[in-house]
């Protein structure tokens, strides 16, 4: 008696679930590998999609990389607004309490770094839309850090951004160039209030904002 022929029944796998899966799937894979170096063929296999899926739902790999940049910003950003809200009526711990989450973060197993410096690295072109993104967000966070500044009463708010996001970035690229846990990384916190002191505590009534309506857009 022949045995009966076995049917594979292909996995269907619904449009937005689908599309799911494989941003989950490049979150993880271009935050630890790197977008150049991770393929189409691996996203597919790590969200458990084929190739023609993730075409059906994305024009390119490039599109791929903006839609992953898209969600680190915008977890950037809730993380920055979740840090403003510990301290609503005191910029000046508005200011400590972003660098000490931030230093916290870096201890988070896995952790590699700020997403978008990382990509950076990878794409010199500055017209690139990843490149420009990642300029977009800078801005803004000149603008923000330089209004909590001029709230918090500091004589130069705008050097004090400038400053400011100077050492944050210098601070996600030691968390890849200094081994996990060294004292270096311990210390920024230490080195952000020594600046914010310094700036502010001469100066200690707010002044009114001074940033104009075209640099916050």
């Known amino acids: 008696?022949?045995?009966?022929?076995?049917?594979?029944?292909?996995?269907?796998?619904?449009?937005p679930i689908a599309q799911a899966q494989i941003l989950d799937a490049?979150?993880?894979?271009?935050?630890?590998?790197?977008?150049?170096?991770?393929s189409?063929?691996?996203?597919?296999?790590?969200?458990?999609?084929?190739?023609?899926?993730?075409?059906?739902?994305?024009?390119s790999k490039d599109e791929l990389l903006l839609r992953y940049l898209?969600?680190?910003?915008?977890?950037?950003?809730?993380?920055?607004?979740?840090?403003?809200?510990?301290?609503?009526?005191?910029?000046?711990?508005?200011?400590l309490q972003f660098f000490n989450d931030m230093a916290a973060r870096t201890?988070?197993?896995?952790?590699?770094?700020?997403?978008?410096?990382n990509i950076v690295n990878e794409f010199?072109?500055?017209?690139?839309?990843?490149?420009?993104?990642?300029?977009?967000?800078?801005?803004?966070?000149?603008?923000?850090?330089?209004?909590?500044?001029?709230?918090?009463?500091?004589?130069?708010?705008?050097?004090?951004?400038?400053?400011?996001a100077l050492v944050l970035d210098g601070a996600f690229i030691s968390t890849q160039t200094y081994p996990a846990h060294h004292p270096i990384l311990a210390s920024l916190v230490q080195v952000v209030t020594t600046m914010v002191d310094a700036a502010c505590l001469p100066n200690r009534q707010p002044v009114a904002s001074t940033v104009s309506a075209a640099d916050k857009s």
């Open 124 to 164: 010199p072109d500055r017209e690139h839309p990843a490149r420009k993104l990642v300029t977009i967000n800078r801005q803004k966070l000149l603008v923000r850090l330089q209004q909590i500044a001029e709230q918090a009463g500091a004589a130069d708010p705008q050097g004090l951004a400038y400053g400011l």
């Open 70 to 95: 898209e969600r680190r910003n915008q977890f950037f950003w809730e993380n920055f607004e979740a840090t403003m809200a510990k301290h609503v009526d005191d910029p000046r711990q508005q200011l």
């Open 107 to 117: 201890r988070w197993p896995g952790y590699r770094g700020c997403a978008l410096v």
């Open 40 to 59: 189409v063929d691996a996203v597919a296999k790590y969200a458990g999609v084929n190739k023609m899926c993730i075409y059906r739902q994305f024009e």
């Open 26 to 38: 490049v979150d993880e894979l271009f935050y630890m590998e790197g977008a150049r170096a991770v």
């Open 1 to 15: 008696m022949n045995k009966p022929v076995e049917k594979h029944v292909r996995k269907v796998i619904h449009g």
